[in-house]
């Protein structure tokens, strides 16, 4: 008898729960790496033999689901659709670039400022979608070659979104997983991101800024640029701006005030909602409304609620305390050489796998190591390690995050293709230095 | 009656190796708005266009995939998009065809020809399934002029 919350179902042809979870597990990995299947589908079927094999129930199933996350995700997704309209985004890199007077150096160093704040704000995949093409404007007006930029966004964007709670979905899992909040990110890892950042491109610089030259003319067609004929609806921007920084504030103090993150940023998005549908007519409403809706990352998000149902399935089976023994076992107990391991480990993972079902397998694990390190409170340098090795871990390969997939393939389509070896030699050592600067961060800060 | 009952049969063709200035001759001196092109066998590959020569004239970030939406930002004068014209005048025109523009069969019945010029807007061409070979373009004007020319 195994189903969760009741007690008469049997599991599929009387398979040994663990078996079958560990198995189906597995197989979902190895299928959603081959990238043969849309992993939405995957983790959707995954979830649903779950269910079908008896190992949960529907009522169990849809416990397993975290709407903390599911609803920050949401929510942050239709802040941005609504505000990219506004043409902000575009304002942001122009403005940028002309503020170093358009010299190149100048301009990657800003553009990936831009990104990583930006980043650390919003999520990876938005920012480069808007930073990039603004990019390849600029790089085609200076004659200069896109590469060091795109790998400069690249890099920035998926350190930005280190730095805070919704920065990054590793972190929204893990601040929901382990009750950290956004100020808990901003404060352990943002000072930690500033220094990796300013790190990272001093390598970018000595391997391509000191090449990268303009002739007056050219870089005077970027200070043509009129940033402010970029934003396209005034009144929309200040209603999105308004709208963020009340979202932030209430990102800041959910704590205090006691409210889950989800409900803040579902309450943003129906308040932008509310705002840029307002002076519009019924039938233009629905028209609005259905076009933001759609531009929602619905496979992203039901990706995650297939995950969350299998990894929930694969935790009620105990096989998840049984592979966290076996790790502790390997680490000694110790929590200085647990938290360091997993900080690499999940950077050569993330590197190569997808680290979103990465890090909802190993929140589970994390939880049940906290009797044997010494309770919860134990556990803070093991996430912030987890945050750090999946978060840094995806610059270490193309594909490594969504944000690089976005990237590569904005660079294939002007001529500029980033090829995997290449970009592998470039960039693995520039992750490691970033993890060694972690190292360094996390041993002295908390062990 | 089909397309082949009413396509020009002998249309002025573009090679992938013609250069962007070659086909701004064609395109600019007899108006045409699309031209077919055809490898050395005749096997058609795509259309050449008027549309071609703006997309060329647009910077890369704004014609490909994702791109900018708009660029109300950007004030370029006619000098401007010319040079940008220029500059790629001499690279041959394979950079640049459209492939997805629907064809039609040579036996493909009138009125279905007729619906596919509205729906695509453009000049069809007129290609053999099995062989891919070009056998001729059907234009707005062909098909308009031919049915006004028949008694009724």
């Known amino acids: 008898l195994v189903t969760e919350g009741t007690e008469t179902a049997r599991l599929f042809l009387g398979m040994d729960p663990a078996w079958f979870a560990g198995v189906l597990f597995v197989m979902t990995y190895v299928v959603i790496m081959t990238d043969r299947l849309n992993r939405a589908i995957v983790s959707l079927m995954a979830a649903g033999l779950m269910i079908a094999a008896g190992l949960l129930n529907q009522e169990a199933a849809l416990r397993g689901i975290d709407f903390n996350t599911i609803g920050l995700l949401t929510g942050m997704m239709i802040i941005v659709t609504i505000t990219k309209k506004s043409g902000i985004f575009q304002y942001l890199?122009?403005?940028?670039?002309?503020?170093?007077?358009?010299?190149?150096?100048?301009?990657?160093?800003?553009?990936?400022?831009?990104?990583?704040?930006?980043?650390?704000?919003?999520?990876?995949?938005?920012?480069?979608?808007?930073?990039?093409?603004?990019?390849?404007?600029?790089?085609?007006?200076?004659?200069?070659?896109?590469?060091?930029?795109?790998?400069?966004?690249l890099f920035a964007a998926n350190i930005g979104g280190t730095a805070t709670l919704i920065g990054d979905p590793p972190n929204i899992m893990i601040g929901s997983a382990a009750n950290l909040t956004f100020n808990d990110f901003l404060v352990n890892l943002g000072p930690l991101v500033v220094v990796v950042f300013m790190a990272t491109l001093l390598p970018i610089y000595l391997i391509w800024g000191r090449t990268l030259t303009s002739t007056p003319e050219r870089r005077q067609r970027v200070l043509d640029y009129r940033e402010s004929d970029a934003l396209t609806d005034k009144r929309l921007l200040w209603q999105s701006l308004s709208v963020l920084a009340v979202v932030i504030t209430g990102f800041a103090l959910a704590d205090v005030l006691h409210v889950e993150v989800a409900t803040v940023?579902?309450?943003?998005?129906?308040?932008?909602?509310?705002?840029?549908?307002?002076?519009?007519?019924?039938?233009?409403?629905?028209?609005?409304?259905?076009?933001?809706?759609?531009?929602?990352?619905?496979?992203?998000i039901f990706f995650f609620i297939g995950l969350f149902i299998l990894v929930y399935g694969l935790g009620t089976t105990g096989l998840m305390e049984d592979v966290a023994h076996d790790l502790l076992e390997l680490t000694g107990g110790n929590t200085t050489v647990t938290a360091i391991s997993l900080l690499w480990a999940s950077a050569v993972a993330s590197a190569f796998v997808d680290n979103i079902p990465y890090v909802a397998t190993m929140i589970p694990l994390i939880k049940n190591m906290a009797a044997s390190l010494g309770g919860p409170q134990a556990l803070v340098p093991i996430w912030w390690?987890?945050?750090?090795?999946?978060?840094?871990?995806?610059?270490?390969?193309?594909?490594?995050?969504?944000?690089?997939?976005?990237?590569?393939?904005?660079?294939?389509?002007?001529?500029?293709?980033?090829?995997?070896?290449?970009?592998?030699?470039?960039?693995?050592?520039?992750?490691?230095?970033?993890?060694?600067?972690?190292?360094?961060?996390?041993?002295?800060?908390?062990? | 009656m089909t397309a082949s009952t009413i396509m020009d049969p002998k249309p002025t063709v573009l090679h992938p190796s013609d250069t962007v200035r070659t086909a701004t001759h064609h395109i600019m001196h007899h108006r045409y708005r699309n031209l077919p092109v055809v490898d050395d066998h005749g096997c058609y590959l795509g259309i050449f266009g008027v549309h071609c020569l703006m997309r060329l004239m647009l910077p890369p970030a704004v014609v490909m995939k994702e791109g900018l939406?708009?660029?109300?930002?950007?004030?370029?004068?006619?000098?401007?998009?010319?040079?940008?014209?220029?500059?790629?005048?001499?690279?041959?025109?394979?950079?640049?065809?459209?492939?997805?523009?629907?064809?039609?069969?040579?036996?493909?019945?009138?009125?279905?020809?007729?619906?596919?010029?509205?729906?695509?807007?453009?000049?069809?061409?007129?290609?053999?399934?099995?062989?891919?070979?070009?056998?001729?373009?059907?234009?707005?004007?062909?098909?308009?002029?031919?049915?006004?020319?028949?008694?009724?």
């Open chain 1, 265 to 300: 940023a579902m309450f943003g998005a129906s308040l932008l909602l509310l705002l840029d549908n307002l002076p519009r007519s019924p039938g233009e409403q629905n028209k609005v409304v259905e076009q933001t809706f759609a531009e929602i990352e619905w496979q992203t």
């Open chain 2, 69 to 152: 939406t708009t660029i109300p930002f950007i004030r370029e004068t006619l000098q401007d998009l010319h040079r940008r014209l220029l500059e790629v005048e001499d690279s041959p025109i394979s950079q640049c065809i459209n492939e997805l523009v629907t064809v039609v069969e040579p036996d493909t019945p009138l009125l279905e020809t007729l619906l596919v010029l509205y729906k695509t807007r453009t000049s069809v061409p007129v290609v053999e399934k099995a062989s891919r070979r070009l056998v001729g373009m059907i234009s707005y004007w062909d098909v308009t002029s031919k049915i006004l020319a028949t008694e009724v």
């Open chain 1, 93 to 153: 890199a122009i403005w940028s670039a002309k503020k170093v007077g358009a010299k190149p150096w100048g301009i990657l160093v800003m553009l990936a400022v831009v990104t990583a704040v930006l980043s650390a704000l919003l999520p990876n995949v938005t920012t480069v979608l808007m930073i990039a093409p603004v990019t390849l404007l600029i790089t085609d007006a200076l004659k200069v070659n896109p590469y060091p930029y795109l790998f400069a966004q």
């Open chain 1, 385 to 447: 390690s987890l945050s750090l090795g999946a978060c840094l871990g995806g610059n270490g390969t193309l594909v490594g995050s969504s944000s690089n997939l976005i990237i590569v393939s904005f660079a294939e389509r002007t001529g500029h293709p980033i090829r995997f070896m290449p970009f592998l030699l470039m960039a693995f050592p520039l992750m490691l230095l970033s993890l060694l600067i972690s190292t360094v961060y996390v041993y002295l800060r908390y062990l």
